[in-house]
Protein backbone atom coordinates (compact mmCIF):
# COMPACT_ATOMS: atom_id res chain seq x y z
CA UNK A 1 0.00 0.00 0.00
CA UNK A 2 2.59 2.39 1.15
CA UNK A 3 4.32 1.80 -2.59
CA UNK A 4 1.51 2.74 -4.22
CA UNK A 5 0.82 6.01 -2.32
CA UNK A 6 4.33 6.66 -3.11
CA UNK A 7 3.60 6.25 -6.77
CA UNK A 8 0.58 8.61 -6.45
CA UNK A 9 2.29 11.38 -5.06
CA UNK A 10 4.84 11.37 -7.80
CA UNK A 11 2.13 10.95 -10.45
CA UNK A 12 -0.02 14.05 -8.64
CA UNK A 13 3.76 16.03 -9.25
CA UNK A 14 3.97 14.79 -12.30
CA UNK A 15 0.63 16.44 -13.10
CA UNK A 16 0.44 19.16 -11.82
CA UNK A 17 4.13 19.95 -12.41
CA UNK A 18 7.43 20.83 -10.73
CA UNK A 19 11.15 22.22 -10.98
CA UNK A 20 13.89 21.49 -10.14
CA UNK A 21 16.11 23.74 -7.96
CA UNK A 22 19.99 24.47 -7.10
CA UNK A 23 20.11 26.62 -4.11
CA UNK A 24 23.46 28.77 -3.36
CA UNK A 25 24.27 30.81 -0.11
CA UNK A 26 26.07 30.64 2.69
CA UNK A 27 22.69 30.46 5.19
CA UNK A 28 21.51 27.30 3.37
CA UNK A 29 20.72 26.07 6.66
CA UNK A 30 18.69 29.19 7.57
CA UNK A 31 17.00 29.07 4.46
CA UNK A 32 15.81 25.04 4.99
CA UNK A 33 14.63 25.95 8.42
CA UNK A 34 12.23 29.23 7.23
CA UNK A 35 10.90 26.61 4.39
CA UNK A 36 9.76 23.84 7.22
CA UNK A 37 8.53 26.50 9.74
CA UNK A 38 6.19 28.14 6.96
CA UNK A 39 5.16 24.64 5.95
CA UNK A 40 6.58 24.83 1.54
CA UNK A 41 6.32 21.28 0.50
CA UNK A 42 9.77 20.70 -1.40
CA UNK A 43 11.30 17.23 -2.04
CA UNK A 44 14.09 15.30 -2.41
CA UNK A 45 16.65 17.65 -1.66
CA UNK A 46 20.30 16.59 -1.33
CA UNK A 47 23.40 18.57 0.40
CA UNK A 48 25.93 19.22 -2.58
CA UNK A 49 28.55 20.53 -0.07
CA UNK A 50 28.14 23.39 2.60
CA UNK A 51 26.68 26.21 0.49
CA UNK A 52 24.62 24.26 -2.41
CA UNK A 53 21.84 22.17 -2.50
CA UNK A 54 19.29 20.57 -4.84
CA UNK A 55 15.63 20.42 -4.40
CA UNK A 56 12.38 20.02 -5.94
CA UNK A 57 9.48 22.29 -5.78
CA UNK A 58 5.81 22.54 -7.25
CA UNK A 59 5.07 25.76 -9.71
CA UNK A 60 2.76 27.15 -7.06
CA UNK A 61 5.39 27.30 -3.81
CA UNK A 62 7.98 28.16 -6.44
CA UNK A 63 7.54 32.14 -5.73
CA UNK A 64 7.70 31.70 -2.10
CA UNK A 65 10.63 29.60 -2.03
CA UNK A 66 12.35 32.78 -3.87
CA UNK A 67 10.92 34.73 -1.39
CA UNK A 68 12.78 32.98 1.17
CA UNK A 69 16.04 32.68 -0.31
CA UNK A 70 15.81 36.45 -0.76
CA UNK A 71 15.42 36.95 2.89
CA UNK A 72 18.26 34.71 3.63
CA UNK A 73 20.95 35.88 0.92
CA UNK A 74 21.07 32.87 -1.17
CA UNK A 75 20.33 32.74 -4.64
CA UNK A 76 17.97 30.24 -6.65
CA UNK A 77 18.44 28.73 -9.93
CA UNK A 78 16.33 26.57 -11.94
CA UNK A 79 17.91 23.11 -13.35
CA UNK A 80 15.15 21.73 -15.33
CA UNK A 81 11.33 22.44 -15.46
CA UNK A 82 9.06 19.22 -15.54
CA UNK A 83 6.05 18.09 -15.13
CA UNK A 84 2.70 18.03 -17.91
CA UNK A 85 1.88 21.68 -17.89
CA UNK A 86 5.28 21.92 -19.18
CA UNK A 87 5.08 19.39 -21.63
CA UNK A 88 1.51 21.01 -22.71
CA UNK A 89 3.59 24.80 -22.88
CA UNK A 90 6.06 23.08 -25.39
CA UNK A 91 3.69 22.09 -27.77
CA UNK A 92 1.11 24.81 -27.45
CA UNK A 93 1.73 25.73 -30.72
CA UNK A 94 1.92 22.29 -32.16
CA UNK A 95 -1.59 21.98 -31.97
CA UNK A 96 -1.81 19.35 -34.57
CA UNK A 97 0.17 16.71 -32.91
CA UNK A 98 -1.54 17.33 -29.67
CA UNK A 99 -4.95 16.65 -31.20
CA UNK A 100 -3.04 13.14 -32.74
CA UNK A 101 -1.90 12.50 -29.73
CA UNK A 102 -5.32 12.60 -28.48
CA UNK A 103 -7.02 10.74 -30.95
CA UNK A 104 -4.08 8.42 -30.50
CA UNK A 105 -4.75 8.06 -26.90
CA UNK A 106 -8.59 6.96 -27.58
CA UNK A 107 -7.80 4.67 -29.90
CA UNK A 108 -5.19 3.12 -27.63
CA UNK A 109 -7.73 2.58 -24.36
CA UNK A 110 -10.23 1.16 -27.29
CA UNK A 111 -8.11 -1.43 -28.20
CA UNK A 112 -6.83 -1.89 -24.76
CA UNK A 113 -10.27 -3.39 -23.99
CA UNK A 114 -9.33 -6.22 -25.59
CA UNK A 115 -6.66 -9.64 -25.26
CA UNK A 116 -4.19 -9.22 -27.60
CA UNK A 117 -1.19 -11.67 -26.74
CA UNK A 118 -1.38 -14.81 -24.50
CA UNK A 119 1.61 -16.12 -22.78
CA UNK A 120 0.82 -19.53 -21.85
CA UNK A 121 3.47 -21.27 -19.23
CA UNK A 122 3.34 -25.12 -18.19
CA UNK A 123 4.54 -27.07 -15.72
CA UNK A 124 5.19 -31.32 -15.75
CA UNK A 125 5.23 -32.22 -19.28
CA UNK A 126 2.02 -30.43 -20.60
CA UNK A 127 2.76 -29.06 -24.22
CA UNK A 128 2.00 -25.22 -24.57
CA UNK A 129 0.99 -25.16 -27.97
CA UNK A 130 -1.93 -27.77 -26.96
CA UNK A 131 -3.00 -25.98 -23.83
CA UNK A 132 -3.09 -22.69 -25.91
CA UNK A 133 -5.20 -24.56 -29.04
CA UNK A 134 -7.97 -26.08 -25.95
CA UNK A 135 -8.53 -22.28 -24.61
CA UNK A 136 -8.83 -20.39 -27.88
CA UNK A 137 -11.67 -23.16 -28.45
CA UNK A 138 -13.20 -22.11 -25.40
CA UNK A 139 -13.13 -18.11 -26.61
CA UNK A 140 -9.64 -17.13 -24.72
CA UNK A 141 -8.04 -15.91 -27.63
CA UNK A 142 -5.96 -12.80 -29.88
CA UNK A 143 -8.73 -10.33 -30.23
CA UNK A 144 -11.40 -11.28 -27.71
CA UNK A 145 -13.12 -8.25 -25.73
CA UNK A 146 -12.18 -8.09 -21.86
CA UNK A 147 -15.86 -8.27 -21.41
CA UNK A 148 -16.55 -11.52 -22.60
CA UNK A 149 -14.59 -13.79 -20.72
CA UNK A 150 -15.40 -14.69 -17.02
CA UNK A 151 -11.89 -15.73 -16.14
CA UNK A 152 -13.41 -17.92 -13.18
CA UNK A 153 -15.70 -19.79 -14.89
CA UNK A 154 -13.28 -20.42 -17.83
CA UNK A 155 -10.90 -21.87 -15.25
CA UNK A 156 -13.81 -24.31 -14.16
CA UNK A 157 -14.47 -25.45 -17.01
CA UNK A 158 -10.51 -26.35 -18.14
CA UNK A 159 -9.92 -28.13 -15.19
CA UNK A 160 -13.22 -30.33 -15.69
CA UNK A 161 -12.15 -31.06 -19.28
CA UNK A 162 -8.74 -31.73 -18.85
CA UNK A 163 -8.06 -34.70 -16.20
CA UNK A 164 -4.04 -34.48 -16.85
CA UNK A 165 -4.02 -30.77 -15.15
CA UNK A 166 -3.79 -29.98 -11.54
CA UNK A 167 -4.18 -26.46 -11.89
CA UNK A 168 -4.57 -23.02 -14.14
CA UNK A 169 -4.14 -19.69 -13.03
CA UNK A 170 -5.27 -17.15 -15.32
CA UNK A 171 -4.29 -13.30 -15.27
CA UNK A 172 -5.04 -10.44 -17.36
CA UNK A 173 -2.77 -7.25 -17.35
CA UNK A 174 -3.33 -4.97 -19.47
CA UNK A 175 -3.87 -6.07 -22.96
CA UNK A 176 -1.87 -9.22 -22.17
CA UNK A 177 -3.25 -12.63 -20.47
CA UNK A 178 -1.13 -14.77 -18.61
CA UNK A 179 -1.37 -18.95 -17.98
CA UNK A 180 0.19 -20.73 -15.92
CA UNK A 181 -0.83 -24.22 -15.88
CA UNK A 182 0.18 -27.55 -13.71
CA UNK A 183 -0.11 -31.19 -14.88
CA UNK A 184 -0.58 -33.75 -12.61
CA UNK A 185 2.51 -35.25 -11.45
CA UNK A 186 3.10 -38.81 -12.53
CA UNK A 187 4.22 -41.73 -10.67
CA UNK A 188 7.55 -42.44 -10.72
CA UNK A 189 8.51 -45.62 -12.73
CA UNK A 190 9.81 -47.85 -9.97
CA UNK A 191 13.31 -49.96 -10.98
CA UNK A 192 12.37 -53.67 -11.18
CA UNK A 193 14.04 -55.94 -8.42
CA UNK A 194 14.32 -58.84 -11.20
CA UNK A 195 16.73 -56.55 -13.30
CA UNK A 196 19.87 -58.47 -13.05
CA UNK A 197 22.84 -55.73 -12.85
CA UNK A 198 25.99 -55.27 -11.26
CA UNK A 199 26.98 -52.49 -9.17
CA UNK A 200 30.39 -50.74 -10.28
CA UNK A 201 32.34 -47.56 -9.42
CA UNK A 202 31.45 -44.45 -10.75
CA UNK A 203 34.45 -42.47 -9.25
CA UNK A 204 38.71 -43.63 -8.34
CA UNK A 205 38.64 -44.18 -4.65
CA UNK A 206 39.78 -46.74 -1.47
CA UNK A 207 36.87 -48.70 -0.35
CA UNK A 208 36.29 -47.92 3.42
CA UNK A 209 33.00 -49.95 4.21
CA UNK A 210 30.91 -52.65 2.34
CA UNK A 211 27.89 -53.58 2.79
CA UNK A 212 26.19 -56.46 0.08
CA UNK A 213 22.41 -57.14 0.18
CA UNK A 214 22.42 -58.91 -2.88
CA UNK A 215 24.80 -60.26 -5.48
CA UNK A 216 28.45 -61.45 -4.88
CA UNK A 217 31.28 -58.81 -3.57
CA UNK A 218 33.90 -58.09 -5.81
CA UNK A 219 36.24 -55.97 -4.07
CA UNK A 220 36.95 -55.85 -0.51
CA UNK A 221 37.84 -53.49 2.15
CA UNK A 222 40.86 -51.71 1.62
CA UNK A 223 41.16 -51.74 -1.86
CA UNK A 224 41.99 -49.35 -4.49
CA UNK A 225 39.27 -48.89 -7.48
CA UNK A 226 38.86 -46.85 -10.70
CA UNK A 227 35.93 -45.57 -12.38
CA UNK A 228 33.85 -48.70 -13.69
CA UNK A 229 35.42 -51.41 -11.88
CA UNK A 230 32.75 -53.69 -10.24
CA UNK A 231 32.65 -53.63 -6.68
CA UNK A 232 29.35 -56.07 -6.70
CA UNK A 233 28.63 -58.74 -9.22
CA UNK A 234 24.96 -60.00 -10.44
CA UNK A 235 26.42 -62.90 -11.62
CA UNK A 236 27.07 -65.60 -9.06
CA UNK A 237 28.91 -68.80 -10.41
CA UNK A 238 29.33 -71.64 -7.98
CA UNK A 239 30.84 -74.96 -8.38
CA UNK A 240 28.47 -77.76 -9.56
CA UNK A 241 25.01 -74.70 -9.85
CA UNK A 242 23.78 -73.04 -12.92
CA UNK A 243 25.08 -69.31 -13.01
CA UNK A 244 22.50 -66.91 -11.38
CA UNK A 245 21.66 -63.48 -12.68
CA UNK A 246 20.44 -61.32 -9.56
CA UNK A 247 19.69 -57.40 -9.07
CA UNK A 248 22.86 -56.65 -7.32
CA UNK A 249 22.43 -54.66 -4.47
CA UNK A 250 24.27 -52.81 -1.77
CA UNK A 251 26.36 -49.89 -0.45
CA UNK A 252 30.14 -49.20 -0.95
CA UNK A 253 31.51 -46.53 0.77
CA UNK A 254 34.69 -45.16 0.12
CA UNK A 255 37.47 -42.41 0.50
CA UNK A 256 37.20 -40.14 -2.35
CA UNK A 257 39.48 -37.11 -3.42
CA UNK A 258 38.95 -33.43 -4.72
CA UNK A 259 40.33 -30.56 -6.03
CA UNK A 260 38.12 -27.41 -6.75
CA UNK A 261 39.79 -24.12 -7.92
CA UNK A 262 38.22 -20.64 -8.33
CA UNK A 263 39.47 -17.29 -8.67
CA UNK A 264 38.51 -13.84 -7.46
CA UNK A 265 39.91 -10.30 -8.40
CA UNK A 266 41.58 -8.51 -5.96
CA UNK A 267 41.11 -5.42 -8.11
CA UNK A 268 38.29 -4.22 -8.95
CA UNK A 269 36.24 -1.33 -11.15
CA UNK A 270 33.49 0.82 -9.43
CA UNK A 271 31.41 3.15 -11.03
CA UNK A 272 30.30 5.83 -8.61
CA UNK A 273 27.72 8.74 -9.44
CA UNK A 274 29.60 12.34 -10.13
CA UNK A 275 26.21 14.05 -8.48
CA UNK A 276 25.57 15.46 -12.39
CA UNK A 277 22.66 14.29 -13.84
CA UNK A 278 19.64 14.74 -16.70
CA UNK A 279 16.00 13.70 -16.10
CA UNK A 280 14.04 13.35 -18.92
CA UNK A 281 9.85 12.43 -19.11
CA UNK A 282 9.11 10.01 -22.42
CA UNK A 283 5.26 9.70 -23.50
CA UNK A 284 5.28 6.22 -24.88
CA UNK A 285 2.11 4.81 -27.03
CA UNK A 286 2.49 1.82 -28.78
CA UNK A 287 6.31 1.74 -30.84
CA UNK A 288 5.27 5.74 -31.19
CA UNK A 289 7.83 8.00 -27.94
CA UNK A 290 8.03 11.64 -27.37
CA UNK A 291 10.67 12.72 -25.58
CA UNK A 292 11.06 15.85 -23.31
CA UNK A 293 14.40 16.62 -21.68
CA UNK A 294 16.30 19.80 -20.64
CA UNK A 295 19.66 19.24 -22.60
CA UNK A 296 20.94 16.84 -24.56
CA UNK A 297 23.10 13.92 -22.67
CA UNK A 298 26.46 14.74 -23.52
CA UNK A 299 28.17 12.41 -20.56
CA UNK A 300 30.75 9.90 -21.73
CA UNK A 301 29.88 7.13 -19.04
CA UNK A 302 26.51 7.11 -17.90
CA UNK A 303 23.88 4.97 -15.20
CA UNK A 304 20.12 5.27 -16.45
CA UNK A 305 17.27 4.99 -13.82
CA UNK A 306 14.10 4.80 -15.09
CA UNK A 307 10.18 4.47 -13.37
CA UNK A 308 7.06 4.69 -15.19
CA UNK A 309 5.00 6.96 -13.58
CA UNK A 310 1.23 5.33 -14.59
CA UNK A 311 1.11 2.96 -11.15
CA UNK A 312 -1.15 0.12 -13.43
CA UNK A 313 -1.30 -1.17 -16.79
CA UNK A 314 -2.64 1.06 -19.20
CA UNK A 315 -2.12 1.37 -23.03
CA UNK A 316 0.27 4.26 -22.99
CA UNK A 317 3.27 5.13 -20.52
CA UNK A 318 4.31 8.36 -19.03
CA UNK A 319 8.03 7.06 -17.96
CA UNK A 320 10.68 9.18 -16.40
CA UNK A 321 14.39 8.61 -17.37
CA UNK A 322 17.36 9.97 -15.06
CA UNK A 323 20.71 9.88 -16.33
CA UNK A 324 23.60 9.80 -13.87
CA UNK A 325 27.34 10.77 -14.85
CA UNK A 326 29.55 8.22 -13.40
CA UNK A 327 33.64 7.66 -13.08
CA UNK A 328 35.39 4.75 -12.90
CA UNK A 329 36.86 4.12 -9.43
CA UNK A 330 39.60 1.41 -8.81
CA UNK A 331 39.37 -0.30 -5.53
CA UNK A 332 41.39 -3.09 -3.59
CA UNK A 333 40.05 -5.81 -2.63
CA UNK A 334 40.58 -6.55 1.16
CA UNK A 335 42.79 -10.22 0.91
CA UNK A 336 41.06 -11.46 3.58
CA UNK A 337 37.36 -10.94 2.29
CA UNK A 338 38.62 -12.10 -0.85
CA UNK A 339 39.59 -15.56 0.70
CA UNK A 340 36.88 -16.19 2.60
CA UNK A 341 34.67 -15.50 -1.03
CA UNK A 342 36.78 -17.82 -2.69
CA UNK A 343 36.70 -20.73 -0.06
CA UNK A 344 32.91 -20.20 -0.29
CA UNK A 345 32.41 -20.61 -3.94
CA UNK A 346 34.85 -23.53 -3.98
CA UNK A 347 33.55 -25.24 -1.08
CA UNK A 348 29.72 -24.82 -2.96
CA UNK A 349 31.08 -26.79 -6.37
CA UNK A 350 32.41 -29.19 -4.37
CA UNK A 351 29.19 -29.99 -2.76
CA UNK A 352 27.85 -30.18 -6.17
CA UNK A 353 30.07 -32.55 -7.34
CA UNK A 354 30.01 -35.35 -4.25
CA UNK A 355 27.39 -37.97 -3.90
CA UNK A 356 24.00 -37.15 -2.03
CA UNK A 357 25.07 -38.30 1.88
CA UNK A 358 28.81 -37.52 0.84
CA UNK A 359 30.35 -36.74 4.19
CA UNK A 360 33.61 -34.21 3.63
CA UNK A 361 36.70 -35.88 6.21
CA UNK A 362 39.25 -33.76 5.94
CA UNK A 363 40.52 -30.76 3.58
CA UNK A 364 43.87 -28.01 2.72
CA UNK A 365 43.06 -24.88 1.21
CA UNK A 366 45.52 -23.14 -1.07
CA UNK A 367 45.84 -19.63 -1.79
CA UNK A 368 47.72 -17.51 -5.00
CA UNK A 369 48.11 -14.53 -6.00
CA UNK A 370 48.56 -13.72 -9.77
CA UNK A 371 50.04 -10.99 -11.08
CA UNK A 372 48.57 -9.11 -7.96
CA UNK A 373 45.35 -9.08 -9.61
CA UNK A 374 43.74 -12.74 -8.90
CA UNK A 375 43.55 -14.57 -6.27
CA UNK A 376 43.75 -18.49 -6.50
CA UNK A 377 41.61 -20.55 -4.48
CA UNK A 378 41.92 -24.21 -4.28
CA UNK A 379 40.31 -26.72 -1.57
CA UNK A 380 42.13 -29.96 -1.74
CA UNK A 381 39.31 -32.49 -0.29
CA UNK A 382 39.08 -35.93 1.01
CA UNK A 383 35.28 -37.23 1.24
CA UNK A 384 33.60 -40.27 2.44
CA UNK A 385 30.85 -41.62 -0.28
CA UNK A 386 28.91 -43.75 -1.51
CA UNK A 387 30.59 -45.19 -5.23
CA UNK A 388 28.32 -47.28 -6.34
CA UNK A 389 25.90 -47.10 -9.56
CA UNK A 390 24.14 -49.91 -11.26
CA UNK A 391 24.43 -50.82 -14.64
CA UNK A 392 22.52 -53.53 -16.32
CA UNK A 393 24.18 -56.94 -17.55
CA UNK A 394 24.51 -57.52 -20.77
CA UNK A 395 24.04 -61.14 -21.95
CA UNK A 396 25.87 -60.85 -25.27
CA UNK A 397 29.36 -60.05 -23.61
CA UNK A 398 28.80 -56.28 -25.26
CA UNK A 399 28.74 -53.60 -22.15
CA UNK A 400 26.64 -53.08 -19.81
CA UNK A 401 23.90 -50.33 -19.58
CA UNK A 402 24.28 -48.01 -16.50
CA UNK A 403 20.40 -47.86 -14.75
CA UNK A 404 19.78 -44.93 -12.61
Given at each position: MRGIGLVSIKLWNFLRGYVIIKVEGLAIEKFLNLVMVNEVYIWDVERKNYTTLTAKVSTKAFKEVLQYAKKTGCS?????????????????????????????????????????????????????EEVAKKLSEMGLKSGVSKFKIDINKLEKEFLLNNEEVAWIGINVRGTKAFVKVVGKTKPQKVLSKEEPCNIIAKRDGIIYKMTVLEGEAVKKVGDTVKTGDILISGIIEKPGLDTMFVHADGEVLARTWYEISVEEELKRTRWVKTGEKIVATKIIIGSNTITFTSRKIEFEKFKKEEKNLIPYEAPFKIVKEVYYEVKPEVETVPIKEAKEKGRKKALEELEKVISPGGKVVNKKEKYEVIDGRILRVTVMAEVLEDIGVKEKISYTGGEGKKID
Open positions: VFIVSKNGLPFVIFRLRKRKGIVLGFLLSVLLVYLFSTFIWEIDVKTVNGLKE
